[in-house]
């Protein structure tokens, strides 16, 4: 039975999956993970053994402002907006060459209504619970470096040689 990383498929290795891959080193950021990749790429070592892996994930959420009913609004309009011109678009190819324009403010004048009104209906939905606009993002606290295990030895000899190349496992 073959071990392989959870990214390989039934029938075959994935592109990202490696075969009994083995913890090289873990890094507390990505810059120094690729940089010590890049160190082994530098002297040769076979790279594409190798697999930069993102732990210990953490959601962070980036509150961008405070939800009022008139930037609901202001966004469900916008929204609203390039909906109608991108099916005014599509119908105006069906259409005549003269309703061109009529078609085009009809349907940018429909999707500006439809969305302010249906923002403001979610947005009355949820009122008083999340008042607030976001973005969220996954994030990596850690990141491993995977090895073939069959390189693994060749790596850390390698990796001895990059100054803080193989961090201190007991810090």
């Known amino acids: 039975m ?3 990383t ?5 029938g075959g290795a994935s592109p990202l999956g490696l075969d009994f891959p083995q913890s090289l080193a873990v890094y507390d950021d990505y810059a120094a993970a690729q940089k010590a990749v890049d160190f082994l790429s530098d002297n ?8 930069i892996v993102g732990t210990d994930l953490k959601r ?10 008139g930037r609901v609004a202001l966004g469900g309009l916008l929204t609203g907006i390039w909906l109608g011109i991108f099916v005014g678009l599509v119908l105006s190819l069906f259409a ?3 309703n061109f324009w009529a078609t085009l403010l009809a349907t940018v004048a429909f999707g500006a209504v439809f ?5 403001l209906i979610g947005y009355a939905a949820t009122r008083g619970q999340r008042d607030f ?4 993002a996954i994030v990596a606290t850690k990141y491993e ?19 803080g190349g193989l961090p201190d496992p007991f810090a």
């Open 2 to 4: 073959s071990m392989r």
């Open 6 to 10: 959870p990214t390989s498929g039934p």
């Open 44 to 51: 040769k070592f076979p790279v594409e053994q190798c697999m």
């Open 60 to 69: 962070i959420e980036r509150i961008t402002g405070r939800l009022t009913t």
């Open 96 to 98: 005549d060459d003269e």
């Open 115 to 119: 969305g302010v009104v249906w923002a």
């Open 133 to 136: 606009s976001s973005v969220t």
């Open 145 to 163: 470096v995977l090895v073939e295990h069959k390189s693994l030895a060749a790596a850390r000899e390698l990796l001895a040689k990059l100054p």
